[in-house]
C-alpha cells in the first residue's frame, strides 16, 4: 500500500486531530507546579497522529490544534509554544515511513526508533524552538522561558515515550498484517 503524504483521509486526520489535541491539552493534562507549563497527554496523541499520517498531518495538527487550545484557554494564541507544537509534530512525521505503523508491526526496534525520534523532536521544540522564540517575539526573559521549555520538553518526553509508545503498540496490533488471511 503506497502511503500518500497529503490525501483525503489526512485532510480529514487533521481536522479531528487538532479537535482531539486541543481536548487533551484542555483538560487531560497535569500541572508542574512551573506557571503555563503542564504535563501534556496531548502530544502523546500528536505522536501517533504524525506516525500514522505523516508530517504535513503532524505540523497541522500541532500548530492548529495548539492554536484552538490557546485560544479556549487563554484567549489568545502564544505562537512560540504553537510553533514549537508544529515542530514536533512534523519531525515525528518525516520519519512515518521508516516506522510504517500500517503494516502492523511495531516491535521493539520500531519502539525504540520511535523514542529516538520523539526525543530528538522534542529537545528541538521545547528547549530551543520555544524559548528562543518567547525572548524574540514576546521578549520574555531567558531564565524564564528556558525554565519552561526544560519542564515542558522532559514532560512531554515521558509522556510521549510512555503514552505514545502504548497508542502505536496498540494501534499496530488493530492492522491486519499482509499475507496473514489464508484462503482455505
Known sequence: MKKEIFSIKTIVAIGIGSAVFMILG???????????????????????????????AGLSIGFIGNTLKDLTAYGTPWFSWIIA???????IGLAWKKFDINEGEFGKKKIIGFNVCQVIANVIAWFVVAPSLDILIYAEPANKVYLQGAIAGFSN??????????????????????GSLDKE
Open 157 to 178: 518526553i515521558i509522556a510521549v515515550g510512555v503514552l505514545g509508545t502504548i497508542l502505536l503498540v496498540l494501534y499496530s496490533k488493530t492492522i491486519v498484517k499482509q
Open 85 to 91: 507544537s508544529a515542530v514536533v509534530g512534523i519531525i
Open 26 to 56: 484542555r483538560f487531560a493534562s497535569i500541572p508542574t507546579g512551573i506557571p503555563n507549563t503542564e504535563i501534556q497527554t496531548a502530544y502523546a496523541f500528536l505522536a501517533l497522529m504524525a506516525v500514522i499520517y505523516g508530517p504535513i
